[in-house]
């Protein structure tokens, strides 16, 4: 006890001796000055910094609608297969309507509306027409980055290099917030591949994604998309990364090409993970499958989707609009661009039917 009495008197005389120092003081408060600026700059920064990374479209590199199609050889429309041939072939800009260019120019004034960043595409997946806007501009893909990583998981899988019964365990290290249902579920649980690709699809779930992405390696995926022509998927060998309206329309393609391939087993399994996923655009026809990866993070919002009408086709929108304001901007262009589609099949029936 006296041992303790008397640490406490030469501790309170040395706290006075020293913090009696006017010079000593104004040391201490220079010094907590500077650290706190430091720690406030630092937090701004890095803030900042995020911001920029997931919020920020850069400037658009177009501001119209444009026409693309796939370079084709002279095809033969004359005999039995004319009209099959004439069907395969996308009609041409001199061939489009006044009502088809009228959508279209009605496309390009929504997105100039203001001085939010848009980019879009929608393409024929018969015909590979397509139309774009500031489509190869990158912007922070936030869940739309799932869909290739689950894409390719099934791929493999139906090589036989993955086996989606394999099961990973969810440890507290890939514990994160946001979207999800395994944030409120306890940890060092085993999932097996498919419950984790539903997961990460159906429920975007961060957690998820963040255990396959472990698994597969951005790496990886990135090299097996670029050399389908992506050019933003993964590259930046990270768990998210940016992604562009092409790159995303080549996703929603290669989708549409594996459930329609009758020698994959997997392939009704994955569509219907996207059919029953979580949807930016809500108003299709309830006839229409429709199966599709949005994204949100901050102001980026994001849908990919691949509308199994009778004439498929996919359409990819891009913002950095915000989720409060998301439904009327993207139904409105839905609208449009399943009116345009429509439109241009009657029209191409009626070109080929005719010649």
């Not at 910094?49 to 119209?64: F, G, L, P, Q, V």
Request: hydrophobic share 35%.
């Amino acid at each position: 006890m006296r041992i303790l009495r008397s640490f406490f008197k030469y501790f309170l005389l040395g706290f006075k001796t020293i913090f009696g120092n006017k010079a000593i003081n104004l040391v201490i408060l220079l010094l907590t000055f500077c650290f706190t600026s430091y720690a406030t700059v630092k937090s701004i920064y890095f803030k900042n910094r995020i911001d920029t990374i997931e919020n920020n479209i850069a400037t658009k590199s177009e501001n119209y609608v444009k026409i693309e199609y796939p370079k084709i050889d002279n095809v033969n429309l004359e005999g039995a297969l004319g009209i099959t041939n004439c069907l395969k072939t996308p009609l041409k800009e001199d061939e489009l309507t006044s009502e088809l260019i009228s959508i279209k120019n009605e496309l390009e004034n929504l997105f100039n509306e203001n001085n939010l960043n848009f980019a879009f595409k929608y393409k024929d997946m018969y015909t590979g027409f397509s139309l774009s806007y500031n489509s190869s501009q990158d912007i922070f893909a936030a869940s739309t980055v799932k869909a290739p990583e689950a894409l390719y998981i099934y791929k493999k899988a139906e090589e036989g290099n993955i086996n989606l019964d394999d099961f990973l365990t969810y440890t507290s290290n890939f514990y994160t917030e946001g979207t999800g249902v395994l944030k409120d579920t306890p940890p060092d649980k085993d999932y097996s591949i498919h419950e984790l690709v539903k997961y990460s699809i159906i429920n975007s779930d961060n957690i998820a994604h963040l255990i396959l992405n472990n698994k597969f390696k951005s790496s990886n995926i990135h090299s097996y998309w670029s050399n389908l022509g992506a050019s933003s998927i993964y590259k930046d060998n990270n768990a998210w990364g940016n992604i562009n309206a092409n790159d995303a329309t080549i996703v929603m393609e290669e989708l549409y090409k594996y459930y329609i391939n009758p020698n994959n087993k997997y392939s009704n399994e994955l569509i219907n993970y996207f059919i029953n996923s979580w949807k930016v655009i809500t108003n299709y026809n309830n006839n229409l499958k429709v199966a599709s990866k949005s994204g949100w993070s901050g102001t980026s919002l994001h849908d990919m989707t691949l509308v199994l009408d009778e004439n498929p086709y996919t359409l990819v929108i891009l913002s950095n609009r915000g989720y409060v304001e998301y439904q009327d901007f993207f139904n409105k262009a839905s609208d449009l661009v399943y009116r345009f589609h429509n439109l241009y099949w009657e029209e191409k029936m009626k070109y080929c039917i005719n010649q």
